[in-house]
């Protein structure tokens, strides 16, 4: 079973390093050290603790009527880029280390009134998701 650093497990979870060193601190996230003394946390308790995190953050927007969706994949973040065209759009998001681009039309770009500077959330809904190992 592979094994991440506070630093690794910090990217993948979209959080900083303190962050995740106060969730080890604290007892929430299970670490163990290495022979030179370094924390590792075990890939199985990294991905449980993934979930769990995604669902109590889940938890906490379910009370606001707006945020109900069938789409399960959200990722929130700040707009980094809009650049409109004569009828389309693209907005760019930035959610932790995940640069997420969205094509849409000028109207609802405007209708939301999205710029620069804005959070976000970015919904992501799709028929096919490559995996791919790193």
């Known amino acids: ?3 991440y650093s506070i630093g690794r497990a910090a990217r993948l979870l979209g959080v900083s390093p303190d962050t995740v060193r106060r969730w080890a601190d604290s007892g929430r996230l299970p670490t163990r050290r290495d022979e030179a003394g370094k924390r590792l946390i075990e890939g199985a308790d990294l991905a449980a ?5 995604a669902q109590d953050s889940a938890g906490a927007d379910a009370g606001d009527d707006e945020s109900r969706t069938s789409v399960r994949n959200a990722f929130p973040g ?3 880029a809009v650049r409109l065209g004569d009828v389309a759009a693209q907005v760019e998001v930035q959610a932790g280390p995940h640069r997420l681009v969205s094509l849409l039309t000028r109207e609802a770009v ?8 804005m959070e976000a959330v970015a919904r992501v809904k799709a028929t096919n998701v490559h995996i791919d190992t790193v």
């Open 78 to 80: 700040i707009i980094t």
């Open 110 to 117: 405007e209708e939301l009134g999205l710029a620069v500077g």
């Open 49 to 53: 603790f993934a979930v769990s995190l």
């Open 1 to 3: 079973m592979r094994s």
